[in-house]
């Protein structure tokens, strides 16, 4: 099993709808979720990060932890053409010398 | 702005050659990161530096050796490049862990 686990979809919806992409984990000590935007032949760019259970926005995107359900979120809302592109998660445990987890990311589709 | 540039966008070498493929960041950042981006396996890091002349081992190193003289330069060497190390490879910078900042990443092809 891996430790993150990501649909890759891909995922379509139309312009204006609310996207909803998740993560799953097994590994209880992370603390520190993020979320990585890429766009198609470009390296990924952090997007929001969050620190343990809760919720956290910035502008239309709101990203979610659920640590007693090892479940995190990221919401878009009044999605937009532009928000096409690749979703990763990532998580870690502390800042120390840990490395990073990626999920394999979800292919999303904003259709005009 | 962040910047990390990689030498090459796209590259593509023979089964056996060596391969040198470097990265540049310009923000001082003590750690530096290589990673290889395949479709269904998302990002899987090779190696990792948190200094000069300091490495770590990622989860796939087998088949990569790295060095790092100065700090804003991180270079990956492929020893004897084989068709299984075909794939996109991407390098990254941070000064922690979570805000990592990546280059465009190279394209290698090695047939």
């Known amino acids: 099993q891996k430790e993150v686990e990501q649909d890759p979809g891909p995922l379509s919806v139309p312009e204006g709808a609310i996207v909803s992409l998740n993560c799953t984990y097994s590994n209880s000590a992370f603390q520190y979720f993020m979320w990585y935007r890429q766009y198609s032949r470009k390296g990924p760019e952090l997007l929001m990060y969050t620190y343990s259970s809760g919720n956290k926005e910035d502008g239309r995107f709101t990203a979610q932890v659920d640590k007693s359900s090892k479940y995190i979120s990221l919401f878009i809302r009044d999605s937009q053409p532009s928000d096409s592109a690749t979703y990763l998660c990532a998580m870690i445990s502390n800042f120390g010398n840990e490395k990073l987890t990626f999920g394999t990311g979800t292919r999303l589709t904003i259709i005009p | 702005d962040v910047k990390v540039t990689q030498s090459s966008r796209y590259l593509v070498k023979r089964t056996g050659e060596k391969v040198f493929l470097e990265c540049v960041q310009d923000?001082?950042?003590?750690?530096m990161f290589w990673y290889r981006q395949d479709p269904g396996l998302g990002l899987r890091l090779i190696y990792f530096?948190?200094?000069?002349?300091?490495?770590e081992k990622g989860d796939i190193p087998e088949g990569y050796s790295v060095s790092r003289e100065k700090k804003e330069r991180f270079s990956l060497i492929l020893e004897s490049a084989s068709t299984n190390q075909t794939s996109m490879y991407l390098c990254a910078s941070s000064r922690h862990h979570y805000e990592q900042y990546f280059g465009p990443g190279t394209r290698l092809t090695v047939t």
């Open positions: 530096s948190y200094d000069v002349k300091m490495k």
């Open positions: 923000m001082d950042h003590e750690n």
